[in-house]
């Protein structure tokens, strides 16, 4: 016999992201209906998973602590009841790199620019 199990939810649909800076991402997607919560799992290209982050119910969470100029793969999980759906299509991105900038003026032509 066949034993075919079934997912509470389906996967998150539409992972995207905005607002990506040195050190953090704001991932966005799709609500799933029923979901209770999300988690989004994060791993850099290194391949080590980091801390599950999870929280309220919404369709949005802002990661933060990442590394500068950094490869990292986003996946994200619906929950209902404790049971967790397939994670969704995997994301890639890069962070910002972190640029120091010891003068925001560039000196042309014996003028100032700003």
């Known amino acids: 016999p066949v034993k075919i199990t079934t997912r509470a939810v389906p996967a998150p649909l539409?992972?995207?992201a905005s607002s990506v800076k040195t050190t953090s991402v704001t991932?966005?997607?799709s609500p799933v209906?029923?979901?209770q919560d999300y988690r989004?799992?994060?791993t850099p290209k290194a391949g080590r998973v980091l801390q599950p982050i999870g929280?309220?119910?919404?369709?949005?969470?802002?990661?933060?602590?990442?590394?500068?100029?950094?490869?990292?793969?986003?996946a994200v999980v619906a929950i209902q009841d404790k049971e967790e759906s397939l994670p969704s299509k995997t994301l890639k991105v890069t962070?910002?790199?972190?640029?120091d900038v010891a003068y925001p003026w560039i000196?042309?032509?014996?003028?100032f620019t700003f």
């Open 14 to 16: 539409g992972v995207k």
């Open 40 to 42: 989004v799992v994060v």
């Open 55 to 74: 929280g309220p119910a919404t369709w949005e969470r802002k990661i933060v602590g990442l590394e500068a100029g950094q490869d990292y793969e986003f």
């Open 27 to 29: 991932l966005s997607w």
């Open 95 to 99: 962070t910002g790199r972190d640029v």
């Open 33 to 35: 209906t029923g979901a």
């Open 107 to 111: 000196f042309v032509d014996e003028h």
